[in-house]
Each structure stands twice: as C-alpha cells, then as structure tokens.
C-alpha cells in the first residue's frame, strides 16, 4: 500500500521560507512521477510543481523561481523548498504519486499559512 506523509508546513512571515517534505512508502519516487499541489480556502486544488522519473522539473508560473522540487532517492522522500512566500501561497499543500493513470496517491495535506 502506498503511503505519503507530508510535514513542514507552518506559519511564516512574508518574504520568509519553508521546505515540505513528501515521504513515501509502499513505491519508490524515484520510479514516478511526484507532484506537489495546493489548495486555498474557496479555490481548486492546482498543481505547483512536479518531478519525473527521469528528475524533469516543471512548476507553475506563479511559484517559478520561488519554489523548487527535489528529491533523496535515499530517503524515498520528495521536497518542494519555497523561498520568497507571500500571503497568496496560504493553502493546504499536498503530494500526489502516479503510478499509473488509475493508480494515483495522496497525502493527507500540510497547512501553510503566510501572514503579511
């Protein structure tokens, strides 16, 4: 049974950083592809940025050059290190592992939450 367990979320000041981990178990990150997505109160959960197999890296717009995904295949665990956080980041932030198009995993969520 797969399994992602978020962490690192919190209260931060504007301007401020965080780093989120995604752990896994029951699968291996670095055989698939992992992406990170957020929710905020009132709006659809969108992606932020992902991670192939093959380490390609892809983010959205709002998050480029602020946010970045990685990975320790040790550690089988996936991070996103956001940098520069402002208030629109606020959302609960979630890991998403695809091992194939009808097998899809989530974490439970972690809450960010920048004050300005």
């Known amino acids: 049974q797969v399994q992602l367990v978020e ?8 301007g401020g ?21 957020r929710q905020a109160p009132g709006k659809q959960r969108e992606v932020v940025a ?16 602020r946010f970045t995904i ?20 606020t959302a609960v932030y979630y890991c998403r592992l695809t091992l194939t198009p009808s097998r899809i995993y989530w974490g439970q969520g972690t809450q960010v939450t920048v004050s300005s």
């Open 17 to 37: 950083s965080l780093r989120l981990s995604c752990a896994a178990s029951g699968s291996t990150v670095s055989l698939n592809a992992i992406a990170w997505y």
């Open 7 to 14: 962490s690192g979320g919190g209260l931060v000041q504007a």
């Open 50 to 65: 992902l991670i192939s197999s093959g380490g390609m890296t892809n983010y959205a717009d709002s998050v480029k050059g």
């Open 70 to 89: 990685s990975r320790d295949n040790a550690k089988n665990t996936v991070y996103l290190q956001m940098n520069s956080l402002q208030p629109e980041d």
